[in-house]
């Protein structure tokens, strides 16, 4: 059986996540995962065998991603008004959780730089160096980012951070 | 033990899951000393958790059909001479996929693996079983989040079911009687893992609380005391019993879920397989039935039993 088609297949599941940690619409998420893919299809001979593909998807989606921010900045009566009520994805749950709902506001006033690393690493789980790859920055950067947004998470997070949240609820 | 001096770096990486076997152990000794550390590891730890909790549900979302399809277009492109066109395109294999990328998350990947430098047996083992914890904690997080996955056969003939899963794992396992912890058992289902197919029993107690024992093959030669994770809320007792690895997880408190592993670990120990199961002749076939009575099918979810095979390729 084809091991790398369910390989692709995991990467796509993870772009699509990690488009909707970005972008939080579903519609503009799944746009961006199709042009990512679209220009991956015109791009297919750089890839080359063996090498990361992952990153290369990943790399990709980013430029995409950095580009349609470019472009919706010249455009910026676009933005979508509904994009609050789409952005929670979990349909069968009914009551949300009072730390869910804290995150997502925290996550949402992150800088856009430190969020991508924060969501590539602690939700894709992506290597040091391939999120260092796929944002083109030094390592170094991709570390000082990293910290800076777990530290504002934390600090934000209400009553004293993430996880004392949690044990309240237990 | 390394002389270097360990830093905020060290933290992360041990967070993320990246640091070897005596870096890690570094790591560990320096938490133990710096309660500061240790709750910014707890923080960092939960805040992954909470990140998983609000975006995984897009992993169970059915991608749009431009998506697929150009998908399956760069599939074709970068495979090349992969000449089975048709398997992929099942809707199993992307719900394996989703899973697969849910139940490895915690690992660091299931495809980024095999990339870190060699550690000395004792710890690679000690990491084995640790992930393997991992995985059961994270499969519990997703098939306890939503009523319409929850178990992929229903415990209403728990013998078909242990046989059921215990040819997935291949190896003998069973759904232990905690009925005296006040858990019901529920339904189980099997679960690709780095040690190969798992199982998970899923209970159930009069609030409506859920925790799950995953079970699955151990390492030849391995042996391990009772081990004790936490990430976020969820709880996660493991050890190796046998030839095979437990993990009872819950989000319960240490002591609560300690409890109910004792119960697990008696009944284990007692080894309840005194008559063999009502049809052992084929318990595949009990499967579809099964299957439509949980009223899974639809959400291309039943097929989840399937997802080892990749790995086994």
């Known amino acids: 059986m084809s ?26 998420a799944e746009d961006l995962v199709q042009e990512a893919l679209a220009r991956a299809i015109s791009r297919s001979d750089s890839f080359q065998a063996g090498t990361n593909l992952r990153a290369w998807l990943f790399t990709i989606l980013h430029n995409v991603h950095v580009n349609q921010v470019r472009s919706r900045a010249s455009r910026p009566d676009e933005v979508p008004v509904d994009a609050v ?20 506001r ?57 996880a004392a949240g949690l044990r309240r609820v237990k | 033990m390394t002389a270097h001096k360990l830093k905020d770096e060290d933290l992360h990486a041990y967070v993320d899951g990246w640091l070897d076997g005596d870096r890690r152990l570094a790591v560990e000794r320096w938490l133990a000393d710096d309660p500061e550390a240790a709750r910014k590891v707890e923080d960092y730890r ?38 089975r066109p048709a398997w992929h395109a099942k809707p199993w294999v992307r719900m394996a996929a989703a899973v697969m990328l849910l139940v490895s998350g915690a690992a660091g990947g299931y495809f980024g693996r095999g990339a870190t430098s ?18 059961a904690a994270q499969a519990h997080r997703f098939y306890t989040a939503d009523e319409r996955y929850q178990v992929e056969m229903g415990a209403d003939d728990p013998g078909a079911l242990d046989s059921f899963l215990s040819q997935r794992v291949g190896k003998e396992v069973f759904g232990p009687d905690l009925s005296k912890a006040g858990y019901r058992l529920i339904g189980g289902r099997s679960l690709p893992t780095d040690l190969g197919a798992g199982a998970q029993y899923m209970y159930i107690n009069e609030q409506g609380k859920r925790i799950t024992l995953f079970a699955g093959s151990a390492p ?43 119960a697990v670990y008696d009944d284990v120990k007692a080894g309840r397989r005194l008559a063999p199961p009502p049809q052992p002749s084929n318990p595949e076939e009990k499967n579809p039935d099964q299957q439509r009575r949980e009223g899974e099918q639809g959400n291309g979810v039943q097929p989840v039993s399937d997802t080892h095979k990749p790995k086994d390729s």
């Open chain 2, 118 to 135: 060699p550690s000395p047996a004792q710890q690679q083992q000690r990491q084995t079983l640790l992930t393997f914890a991992e995985e």
């Open chain 1, 106 to 162: 925290v996550v949402d006033e992150l800088p856009e730089e430190q969020r991508q690393v924060l969501m590539l690493v602690a939700l894709e789980g992506l290597k040091y160096e391939e999120v260092a790859e796929v944002l083109g920055v030094p390592i170094g950067t991709v570390m000082s980012r990293l910290s800076r947004a777990r530290e504002a998470v934390r600090t934000k997070m209400a009553n004293g951070g993430a």
């Open chain 1, 85 to 104: 009520e789409h952005r929670l994805t979990t349909p069968a749950r009914q009551e949300e959780r009072v730390e869910v709902r804290e995150m997502m």
């Open chain 1, 3 to 28: 091991k790398f088609g369910v390989e692709l297949e995991v990467h796509i599941a993870s772009l699509r996540r990690y488009a909707r940690s970005l972008l939080r619409n579903r519609v503009d």
């Open chain 2, 220 to 262: 030849a030669g391995q042996t391990n005391n009772f081990s004790f994770t936490q990430k976020g809320d969820v709880a996660t007792f493991y050890w190796i019993e046998g030839q095979i690895a437990y993990a009872l997880i819950g989000r319960l408190s240490k002591d609560e879920l300690m409890g109910i592993t004792k």
């Open chain 2, 46 to 83: 939960a805040q992954a958790a909470l990140l998983h909790e609000i975006f995984d549900p897009v992993l169970r979302e059915e991608s749009a059909p431009e998506t697929q399809e150009l998908a399956d277009k760069l599939k074709g492109r970068i495979a090349g001479n992969d000449n």
